[in-house]
């Protein structure tokens, strides 16, 4: 075995800025002139297998403020629990189904949008089930390092007692923040608190 | 479970290399920044795999901001530059496939955006985006106007270094990384709060493009080399087994 530190070093990360949409959705910042759809605009491409969902939510700063100027990527599995990407080696994934999705925060209200699928369940490291989960990247002016966090569902209580993540935390007073809650059908609302009282559980993973 | 195969993990990230999520000199840090501990895990295939860029959804001018938003026949104003360098894991290799997107002010260091409060002038034919993928080497180029540096609320002086800013995608969701470039020799760079989020000096320089100009192309554009590293994978005989092994 080799203990020798990494002969390179991961590049150091820098805000996202307040003109991230510039690059990443210039159609939703109304300067699309290059291509014809922003990427991660649309996580399916034709008919999806399993229960299709709605997810909204906002990102909070310190002082309870909505970001506007926020970057929400997710990336998660399909209904089978199967991730579309070559990294996946369990069996194919749904064909019409992207798994990432990029969504700015809206301009005035902050809130955010993904239409999507309920995500199967899938292994952690050591073979334990996770409870249907998407991962959640967060970047803004701001933030030096993009934020990671879960979206867990609150109606998959049995999954979500016996989920490795969920099941290790110390301070289960914070678990609330990681579950995003029912609007009635299909519907999701899922809030993020950078800072204070309810702040996100944020991962270093 | 029988030889079901569990993708290597990826190392930890080095949290002493990147920016502190508080860092009060850059001011909006200060709301924006969460105050408890991360939680740490291992990566699983959630973290391990990601999306995948194809080079089909490329287009011939995404990676030239001289011409992609300019009108026919014309040109963005500035002086013309290659970026060009590659994007590496932790152990060196190439990340071939990896998706750049890249976004910045133009040559009068303005950036084309409704809350932009720097009024210089836009440029008509500067949009001020692109893209590409890396080749199998994890080789990249793109071609550019120089942007110039401009002043932001912050302090009441503070002026942002000449910079580019770059969204990373390698394989892995783990490896997702927004980052800037700068440009060697300029005096701005020691002077700005957001640099000064990086502590350490050798980390800064790691984001500094250099010079290059045996490359430049006569008549036309000079080339400043800009290296990228996304996370690399664990390497071990012991990775963790499947529940039944
Ligand atoms: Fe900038």
């Not at chain 2, 938003?69 to 590496?88: F, H, K, N, S, T």
């Not at chain 2, 590409?132 to 270094?161: A, C």
Request: glycine residues 10%; hydrophobic residues 35%.
């Amino acid at each position: 075995m080799d203990h020798k530190a990494p002969k390179f070093k991961e590049s150091p990360s820098q805000t996202a800025g307040p003109y991230v949409h510039i690059g990443c959705t210039p159609n939703f910042s109304g300067i699309g002139k290059v291509w014809a759809e922003d990427l991660g605009a649309r996580m399916k491409t034709g008919p999806v297998q399993g229960t299709e969902i709605e997810i909204r939510g906002i990102v909070y700063d310190g002082t309870g403020t909505p970001l506007r100027d926020a970057m929400v990527e997710i990336w998660q599995a399909d209904a089978a629990g199967l991730f579309p990407s070559p990294g996946e080696t369990r069996g194919d994934a749904d064909p019409n189904f992207t798994g990432w999705g990029r969504a700015a925060s809206h301009m005035d209200t902050g809130e955010f949008y993904f239409d999507t699928v309920k995500p199967g369940r899938v292994p952690f490291h050591d073979g334990r089930l996770q409870a249907p989960h998407i991962s959640v990247w967060i970047v803004a002016r701001g933030i030096n390092v993009g934020l990671q966090t879960r979206i867990y569902f609150d109606d998959e209580e049995d999954a979500n007692a016996e989920d490795p993540v969920l099941s290790a935390l110390e301070h289960k007073v914070r678990l609330p923040t990681l579950i995003a809650k029912s609007q009635g059908k299909n519907s999701y609302r899922f809030n993020i608190r950078l800072q204070g009282e309810g702040e996100t559980i944020f991962f270093d993973v | 479970m029988t030889k079901s195969p569990n993708p290597p993990g990826y190392m930890v990230r080095d949290r002493a290399r990147h920016p502190k999520a508080l860092t009060p000199s850059y001011k909006t840090s200060v709301v924006r920044s969460p105050e408890r501990a991360m939680i740490a895990f291992p990566t699983s295939i959630g973290e391990n795999t990601g999306p995948v860029f194809g080079h089909e959804m490329i287009g011939p001018n995404d990676n030239d901001l001289v011409i992609n938003w300019a009108e026919p026949g014309q040109m963005a104003l500035g002086p013309r530059i290659i970026v060009r360098g590659r994007v590496l894991d932790e152990h060196g290799n190439g990340v071939a496939g990896a998706l750049l997107e890249f976004w910045q002010a133009n040559a009068g260091g303005r950036y084309r955006h409704k809350k932009e409060s720097y009024l210089a002038p836009l440029d008509p034919n500067f949009g001020g985006y692109g893209r590409t993928i890396t080749d199998e080497n994890g080789g990249y180029e793109f071609r550019t106007v120089q942007p110039g540096p401009y002043p932001w609320p912050n302090g009441m002086n503070d002026w942002r270094p000449a910079h580019i800013h770059f969204s990373l995608f390698g394989h892995a969701f783990a490896q997702r990384l927004i980052t800037q470039m700068y440009f060697d020799g300029d005096p701005m760079i020691w002077q700005c709060p957001i640099v000064d989020t990086i502590d350490s000096k050798e980390a800064i320089n790691s984001l500094v493009a250099t010079l290059d100009m045996s490359q430049a192309l006569p008549m036309d554009a000079r080339v400043y080399t800009f290296d990228l590293v996304l996370r690399g994978q664990r390497q071990t005989f012991f990775e963790n087994r499947w529940e039944g092994l």
